[in-house]
Each structure stands twice: as C-alpha cells, then as structure tokens.
C-alpha cells in the first residue's frame, strides 16, 4: 500500500525510473527508483495529497535507510514515541530493544532544497520531545526534489 502511494506520489512529477538521492552525515548514494505505470484507480484512492505523501514517505525513507545504512525496520512505534519505526542492523538477530534507533519520517510533495532543510529541523525537535531516549533518525523524503535526507538525532 505505502509503495503505490510512493508510486503515485512520484509520477505527479517524474517518470519512472528516476535517481534518487540519499544524502546524509555519512555522504551521498545515488540510487536507481522505479514504479509500475500508475492508473486512474491509483489516482483516485490516493487523491487525498496529505495521506499519498504521508504514506509513500513511508516506503522510499525505509528503503532509503535500508540501502544507506544498513538498517531496517523491527517494529512500528506508538504515537507520542517521537519517531515512527523502530530499526535494528541488517541480517542477524534484532538484538536488544534498547540497542534499537528509531526513525521519524516526514515528506513533501512540493518545494525545494529549503523545504526539506525545515522539515528535517522539524523531525529533529519532533525526535527529541518523544518519551523515548533512543537515537534517532530523522527522514525526510522530497518527491519533487527525488531526494531523502536523513540525520542522526
């Protein structure tokens, strides 16, 4: 579901593929993403711009922290928790809940490079006022811009 959201989100501005970039503290990837022809029906169903950018920020900043490092995600978080996910290191066990991060995740749909310096500003105070001290990830996906930026919180 999150993926056709991504999907459709994407195509208001591009044409699949396209490549995303994935910038951090750690440097830049540059990575190859692709979505199947998008329809009416998946127009329609995700014509809601709050819900379709909520939803496909979801699917491109876990598979953007997944690539970039190597994280992935364990559990969903409780509201109030300052974050959305929960992560742990790729291909082993999970390990212990307080070796975990969290994720916060935000996206637009419209704006420019300053946009996305806000929203990642706002995830960051968002992360920090949670109820859990966990470090954090903040995410913060651009679907006009076809780029994710993340920090450590």
Not at 74 to 98: F, I, N
Not at 130 to 148: H, K, S
Request: glycine letters at 10%.
């Amino acid at each position: 579901m999150t993926a056709e959201a991504a999907g459709v989100a994407l195509d208001r501005h591009h044409a699949s593929p396209q490549s995303l970039l994935i910038a951090g503290p750690a440097g830049r990837v540059q990575a190859e993403v692709t979505w199947g022809a998008i329809d009416d029906r998946m127009r329609r169903a995700w014509n809601n711009s709050v819900s379709r950018t909520e939803n496909g920020a979801l699917a491109i900043a876990i598979a953007a922290i997944e690539l970039a490092l190597g994280l992935v995600v364990v559990l969903r978080a409780e509201t109030g928790s300052g974050a959305d996910y929960y992560l742990a290191q790729m291909g082993g066990e999970l390990g212990e809940p307080e070796d975990w991060l969290r994720l916060e995740i935000s996206g637009t749909d419209e704006g420019d490079g300053k946009i996305l310096a806000y929203r990642l500003v706002e995830k960051c105070r968002q992360a920090r006022a949670g109820r859990c001290n966990l470090p954090t990830i903040a995410c913060v996906v651009g679907f006009r811009q076809l780029e994710v930026r993340h920090v450590h919180v």
